[in-house]
């Protein structure tokens, strides 16, 4: 047979592979969705980058949800990725009486635009769904496509008739209260604060060195002058310490996420002190009970979380290198503490309310 026939042939058999291959997938994911439950929830919008804050803003609120009384059978998550790939699928399965969880976070805002966006259009194809947006952070910057897009979501938030919107602090509550008066608005601090280092069933490692933990990403506040100036201190300091991020160095999936989280606060319990200006690297800390010093990022977000917490002796935010180091000699001979989170438990109980609320209506 020449080669002119059996080219085609061949573009033809792959494109019946790849046909299958979709159409396989596409049931697998119609299984994954089918429940035996009258109610389900979809927690709708979820990561799998290897931010380990946002993954650990998902188990939180899983968990959160089931400390409310829902089973594990009520619950399906359905990522970005999945959202984008089964749309007509996920329209197809979740029925009117289904309550839909949007991830919570720090992506409210034109900052991370894609899932802003990406969250109005899961809420204009589920108008007759109960819907809770849980803690995030509302920030659109002062610009003028800031401006505008702040100008759109008063309209399209407004108009929403089944809208729960949960801040994470106190700046975002007062702004969106005022900008969608027309929606439920609830305080509460960042879910992972909802959880007890228990829950996520790591030991508690031998303590030695310095954890170093600072952005590089457009949320940065600190230049690379005040971060060289804060190792220079160290080291004059005779202290060891070592670098590092919130993020994993493998992909992060539905299946491993919780593998990854767990070696983080393991990272962070195997430390005398930790530096730095990433939320969930303070909140890290405060779970582990290890000492910490806080320096903000561009948006009021970490200062607003801190402020959920601060009644934690060994949590302290500084607002500038100088201020660390005044503080430093007596953080870093500090012993660990232990994360008590009873003073927030009220403000988790009145989401609790809500989610216990929509499942009775």
């Known amino acids: 047979m020449s080669k ?159 809208l729960t919107m949960v801040a994470r602090e106190t700046v975002s509550y007062e702004r969106m209260q005022q900008l969608y008066p027309n929606a439920k608005v609830l305080l509460t601090p960042d879910i992972v604060l909802s959880a007890q280092i228990s829950e996520w069933d790591i030991s508690i490692q031998d303590r030695k060195d310095v954890l170093l933990c600072f952005r590089s990403d457009p949320e940065q506040l600190m230049t690379s002058d005040e971060h060289q100036e804060v190792t220079d201190f160290l080291l004059n300091q005779n202290v060891c310490y070592k670098l590092t991020d919130m993020y994993s160095k493998q992909i992060v999936t ?39 010093i806080v320096f903000s990022n561009y948006n009021y977000k970490v200062k607003g979380t801190y402020d959920w917490i601060k009644y934690l002796q060994y949590i302290r935010f500084v607002d500038s290198v100088e201020e660390m180091k005044k503080i430093f000699s007596e953080l870093i001979s500090m012993k660990a503490g232990e994360f008590d989170n009873s003073p927030l438990l009220p403000y988790f109980e009145r989401l609790a309310e809500v989610v216990k609320d929509y499942g009775i209506n």
């Not at 984008?84 to 996920?90: A, G, L």
């Open 4 to 162: 002119d026939i059996l080219y085609p042939l061949r573009r033809i058999h792959g494109y019946i592979h790849d046909w299958i291959e979709k159409e396989k997938a596409r049931f697998k994911y119609c299984i994954y969705l089918r429940f035996s439950y009258d109610r389900k929830y979809f927690v709708i919008g979820t990561p799998e980058h290897s931010n380990l804050g946002d993954s650990a803003i998902v188990l939180a609120e899983i968990s959160f949800l089931k400390k409310c009384g829902v089973r594990q059978e009520q619950i399906k998550e359905i990522t970005v990725d999945e959202y984008k790939k089964y749309t007509d699928i996920v329209k197809r399965k979740v029925k009117p009486k289904d309550i839909l969880i949007f991830n919570g976070g720090g992506n409210m805002g034109d900052q991370w635009f894609s899932e802003e966006l990406l969250r109005r259009s899961i809420l204009s194809g589920f108008k007759d769904n109960k819907c809770i947006i849980f803690p995030q952070t509302l920030f659109y910057s002062d610009t003028e496509n800031g401006r505008l897009e702040e100008k759109k979501s008063i309209d399209f938030y407004n108009r929403q008739k089944n």
């Open 254 to 292: 539905k299946k491993n996420r919780r593998e990854c989280i767990q070696d983080k606060l393991k990272e962070f319990s195997s430390v005398r002190l930790v530096i730095t200006d990433r939320l969930h690297g303070m909140v890290f800390a405060a779970i582990t009970g290890t000492p910490c």
